[in-house]
């Protein structure tokens, strides 16, 4: 989650996804382009797109959002649900003085909530701090809370519970707390919060206190609290943060002694006495160790990390370094407990004491290592019922406010995932039986490859059962122009998704994904790892990619582990990939193949085909048929009942059903082309930037950074059509009205049309 996160496109924290693929080029304005000035939606009812009706009348009118054995979520009634999701501060920009260089003036949260419904959105994550905000208030009591963080949430709830848009909620983000003197918290104000949550019984008591003001106490705006309101789908215990991350080595003064004298009763508990423990540490023991006080030092979480060309044999009693991992065993087991512990009493206190229904997820964070501790970090998840992870997709961004703006003389790489399958961000284990969120993601500017963005979250998420995608993030109404990033310097915003490759996109992705129209695939891997293997570290059979934070991991790009798994993560590209806890590692199952022809991916339902040599990615489903491309390497996709042919560098098309007919008896058609896009005047040339690892790689530097409006390469696309049903063409604006048709080419077999060049969207009937 970015800092600052009140003003959500203003002062973020950096997170990209660091991608290896070579640079593309960038579409320059002019003639090849057209000005994307969509006029403010009204909500005509003669709009022939508009995806309100995919979403209930009221959210929550069905009772609670669940979980099924399955670990797929549904509605009330059991239906089942898939998260078309953003997040949105919107609340945060409705009154307040105006900034000079945001031009659209103050949004409208009832209109906000419409417009994404209309395009394809039931659920929003409200990212806020309820702490007590202590810049305003700076006596507050540490059992205040922030009144209009609250007033916020409470508005944005019923703004979107009208639209028939689920709610999650993220309360709390220890990088963004402030403490004070006053609160009687060991170490005082100037330390970070980050960590002290999982352990620290003041600062926990008063997160209680927080929570029960929150979500008991009526919200005025829907009569009812925001416990018994069913449209607040998922509550997240705190955002980013993690024991097992780098940060836990900041955890120093007081707060280190407290944390250390728990480790020491953990030991006790386990090993019956200290001593005890360091008879099985086999002398492995540290400077600071002080058993007289109860304590044990905690080893640099880089002791967990490293991983040696063989790891030591714990039970060996002829070497040290076998004591050494006994330790670092140890350390791991208590860490993960902490949090375990922590989650579990969250949990009890949230439905015993508040009469919360909602589904919980206790984090969504990553570790220092994402092959030897991530599995644990998802294991101390368990006691709440849902999962979850922030990732991002971009690659190298190195500027003087890279972690909020784009400006002049920044440098970057232009990474498309098509060329590198492996880092799709929604690659992820799965724990069986739970449902898995991403709660923060883009496709993050300067990135210009996001039109591929959404066409892979929806082909892909569910392909692979993931639950839901949440882009990041918006302040405005509607469309994001071209803008400052914070309202008064000159920069272009970087955490945007409203933007016409994206937002623009949302339609025929989210219309495919929530009405199931890509299968499932069956499970492709399933490992079953032991509680006992996770303390250890030991390898698992497959793992994620790491993502990357500059702000909080170093260098430029996330750094690649050297470790073999024994399946290959072209897995995650073929169907469901799964893990359970505290089972048989011997009942481990791998069930398809996962060594496919190099460089071309086949789903195990057969609908999707990724070739990253050649640049492109197709679905070819009954009811959802397109192609995601760097078309200059394959022009032509002749799919099922779809052919599409393009002279653009790239793009991303779709046709989907709009009666949930097969394509080839369909009598209601979308096709859906986006491009890219980049503000009036950008312009960058091509140079040679230098990692911090003393590397260089190719890119680009930013020249102009340019203004509103967008400039929208325009298509170039041919389209067939097998079905000899359809009759009319319309071409529509950004909003879903009716603008112009077009000629269809009919044969025997069916239809054809040439794409408008300055639209996106073409209703066939």
């Known amino acids: 989650m970015r800092d600052g996160h009140r003003a959500w496109l203003a002062a973020g924290i950096a997170l990209l996804l660091g991608l290896c693929a070579p640079s593309q080029a960038q579409p320059t304005p002019g003639t090849s382009t057209w000005a994307f000035s969509p006029p403010r939606d009204s909500f005509s009812a003669d709009s022939l797109l508009d995806l309100r009706y995919l979403n209930e009348k009221l959210a929550g009118e069905s009772g609670f959002v669940r979980s099924n054995p399955q670990g797929d979520l549904v509605l009330g009634d059991g239906k089942p649900l898939r998260l078309w999701a953003v997040n949105t501060g919107v609340a945060d920009y409705t009154s307040g003085p105006a900034r000079p260089q945001w031009p659209l003036g103050p949004p409208d949260l009832a209109r ?22 202590l810049q305003t208030t700076p006596n507050a009591a540490i059992t205040d809370i922030n009144l209009s963080e609250r007033d916020a949430i409470w508005r944005t709830v019923a703004a ?39 352990f620290d019984e003041t600062l926990q008591q008063a997160y209680k206190v927080w929570l029960k003001k929150l979500l008991t106490e009526k919200n005025p705006y829907t009569g009812l609290s925001l416990a018994q309101d069913a449209s607040l789908a998922i509550i997240e215990l705190q955002n980013e943060d993690s024991l097992l991350f780098w940060t836990v080595d900041q955890i120093q003064g007081l707060q280190r002694v407290a944390l250390e004298r728990r480790y020491g009763s953990f030991l006790q508990k386990k090993y019956g006495t200290l001593s005890q423990a360091q008879s099985a540490w086999r002398g492995a023991g540290e400077s600071g160790d002080f058993p007289p006080d109860g304590r044990m030092v905690l080893l640099p979480v880089w002791e967990l990390v490293k991983s040696p060309k063989s790891w030591p044999v714990i039970g060996d009693p002829q070497d040290l370094l076998g004591g050494h991992a006994v330790r670092r065993a140890d350390q791991t087991e208590f860490l993960a407990r902490t949090m375990h512990a922590f ?28 092959t030897h501790l991530n599995d644990a970090e998802r294991w101390s998840y368990t006691p709440g019922e849902v999962d979850a992870a922030n990732v991002y997709t971009g690659g190298v961004h190195k500027g003087v406010n890279e972690g909020w703006a784009v400006m002049p003389g920044d440098q970057f790489t232009n990474d498309s995932v098509l060329r590198n399958p492996r880092l799709l961000p929604i690659n992820f284990k799965q724990t069986q039986g739970r449902p898995m969120l991403l709660t923060e993601g883009n496709w993050v ?47 272009q915003g970087k955490w945007i998704f409203a933007t016409p490759d994206i937002l623009g996109s949302f339609p025929a992705a989210a219309l495919a994904y929530r009405l199931g129209y890509i299968s499932k695939g069956a499970p492709v891997v399933t490992e079953h790892r032991s509680l006992t293997d996770l303390w250890q570290r030991k390898t698992p059979l497959i793992t994620e990619s790491p993502s990357f934070d500059p702000n909080r991991d170093s260098g430029d790009i996330a750094k690649t582990s050297s470790v073999q ?39 195990n339902t057969g609908e999707l085909v990724w070739d990253a040599m050649r640049g492109f990615c197709t679905v070819n489903a009954p009811r959802v048929q397109g192609v995601a491309a760097h078309f200059t390497g394959a022009p032509s996709h002749q799919l099922q009942d779809v052919g599409f042919t393009s002279e653009n560098a790239f793009g991303a098309a779709l046709a989907v059903s709009l009666d949930g007919a097969p394509l080839k008896t369909s009598r209601r058609i979308l096709v859906q082309f986006a491009t890219q896009s980049r503000p009036n005047g950008w312009s960058d040339i091509s140079t040679s930037i230098a990692l911090d690892d003393g590397s260089r790689v190719d890119g680009f530097l930013v020249k102009s950074i340019g203004q509103s409006p967008w400039m929208v390469q325009r298509a170039k696309l041919d389209v067939t059509i097998n079905n000899t049903g359809l009759q009319t063409a319309t071409v529509l604006d950004m909003n879903g009205m009716a603008v112009q048709t077009l000629d269809l080419k009919r044969s025997a077999g069916g239809v054809g049309f040439r794409f408008p060049a300055a639209a996106m969207y073409v209703v066939l009937q």
């Open 445 to 491: 500017m300067p990135n210009n490859f996001g039109a591929e963005g959404t066409f892979l979250i929806a082909a892909y998420s569910s392909l692979s059962g993931v639950d839901g995608y949440y882009w990041f993030a918006t302040g405005d109404e509607g469309w994001t122009p071209p803008q400052s990033a914070n309202g008064y310097q000159a920069s």
């Open 565 to 603: 798994t024994g399946v290959s993560p072209d897995a995650f590209l073929l169907g469901p990939v799964q893990q359970a806890f505290g089972k048989d590692p011997a009942q481990t199952r791998v069930t398809a193949q996962t060594a496919p022809t190099p460089g071309r991916l086949q789903s």
């Open 112 to 133: 906000h909530a419409r417009f994404l419904a209309k395009r394809g959105v039931n659920m929003v994550r409200l990212h806020k701090q309820i702490s007590p905000d």
């Open 160 to 198: 979107m519970r009208k639209e028939g848009i689920y709610t999650t909620l993220s309360p709390y983000w220890a990088a963004a707390t402030k403490l004070s003197d006053k609160w009687g918290i060991a170490g005082g104000a100037k330390q970070s919060a980050q960590g002290l949550l999982f």
């Open 343 to 370: 989650n579990a009493s969250m949990v009890d206190y949230l439905r015993k004491e508040l009469g919360v229904k909602q589904l919980i997820n206790p984090g969504n964070w990553k570790t220092a290592s994402s």
